[in-house]
């Protein structure tokens, strides 16, 4: 018996038009989600594209009529769980909408910037740009990407909407910063510290807000030696936490401006001798692997990094869909909104003696 073995050439959109016996056209449309397509024979359309195994060749699409469909993420941030939870969540939405994703990461110090993202995005022929801190809180950043005329759409944070020319994804951190800080006073603290993070993020300004508020809310006096500015790192934390284990009258509570920073001082503190939380109280914020890799567990607040990238993502992928489409009136990228949530564990919480 002879085995003939034949080699199947990529299916063709060619293929895919005649299985579904429409235009050519028509399965452009559909591909490139142009919306203008009537439902019976969208789902010909589909049944065909997945009979057939169809995989749209999205480097011709960026060439066909100068319609790019790639997607940049932009970012300078020391958080490596943060900007993976980002990566991942634009790339899982990028996939299921036919668009590939370029990841280019940025020195927030570079004085150059707003030249090298021309050059990044003349090179990588992008759509449109998804920007996290603290690119996306730079101005002259958003200048320069509003005179290259590039959809983009930034995470930036920010407890109300502000004025703000672009698109963006608020995270309100200042509020779930009261919330960490509010429950650690309800623990019956009142000497609290603040541990925070790179001063050109917002969130660290955000956070500290929020914890300000909380002792004034509850008339408790502030101590500036509680007060410790840093970087969003687990050395941060080390340092901060021997900073105020040195105090004449040390805090007995300290919230972390992230959980990188809670890990460090927990670790300080445990060498220390001391108890967590029982003589130190300690929380982070993000909930990040960080804060349930150590022991005991972070108190943290819970921001949605993964879920927050996919709808920035999706939210910039609708925007250029009403570009590319004659038939649809060209909708603004709206606001989206975000308040990350308390999360309570073991490290505020004492445990209640059996």
């Given at each position: ?121 003349k090179r990588s022929q992008l759509a449109g740009l998804i920007i ?28 109300e909407v502000s004025q703000e020319s672009s698109p963006c994804v ?185």
């Amino acid at each position: 018996m002879v085995l003939d073995t034949v080699m199947k050439t990529k299916t063709t959109i060619k293929e895919v038009a005649e299985l579904a016996g429409v235009s050519f056209k028509t399965v452009s449309r559909v591909i490139n989600n142009e919306g203008s397509v009537r439902k019976e024979t969208l789902q010909k359309v589909n049944d065909a594209i997945s009979e057939l195994n169809y995989q749209p060749n999205n480097a011709a699409r960026n060439l066909a009529g100068n319609k790019s469909y790639s997607l940049g993420y932009v970012y300078d941030n020391p958080n490596a769980y943060y900007v993976l939870d980002m990566q991942n969540g634009i790339l899982a939405e990028c996939r299921e909408r036919g668009y590939e994703l370029v990841i280019h990461p940025c020195s927030a110090n570079n004085k150059h910037i707003v030249d090298e993202l021309a050059t990044m995005i003349k090179r990588s022929q992008l759509a449109g740009l998804i920007i996290s801190p603290p690119l996306s809180e730079m101005p002259e950043v958003l200048s320069g990407l509003d005179a290259m005329n590039i959809p983009f759409i930034r995470i930036i944070s920010a407890s109300e909407v502000s004025q703000e020319s672009s698109p963006c994804v608020y995270i309100n951190d200042r509020d779930a910063a009261f919330d960490i800080t509010e429950h650690l006073i309800e623990q019956g603290h009142t000497k609290i510290a603040f541990l925070r993070g790179d001063d050109n993020h917002r969130s660290s300004h955000e956070r500290k807000i929020g914890y300000l508020n909380a002792l004034k809310k509850h008339d408790i006096s502030i101590n500036e030696d509680y007060q410790i500015d840093g970087s969003y790192s687990f050395e941060f934390g080390v340092q901060g936490a021997k900073q105020l284990l040195s105090l004449s009258e040390p805090p007995t509570g300290i919230f972390s401006c992230n959980d990188e920073i809670a890990a460090g001082a927990l670790f300080a503190v445990r060498l220390q001798g001391l108890n967590v939380p029982d003589d130190m109280a300690i929380a982070g914020f993000e909930d990040s692997p960080f804060s349930r890799q150590t022991w005991p567990m972070l108190t943290t607040a819970a921001q949605p990094t993964n879920t927050i990238a996919r709808k920035a993502a999706a939210s910039l992928i609708q925007h250029l869909v009403h570009l590319r489409s004659p038939k649809t009136s060209v909708d603004s990228i709206p606001h989206l909104h975000y308040r990350p949530q308390l999360v309570k564990r073991e490290s505020t919480l004492s445990v209640p003696s059996k």
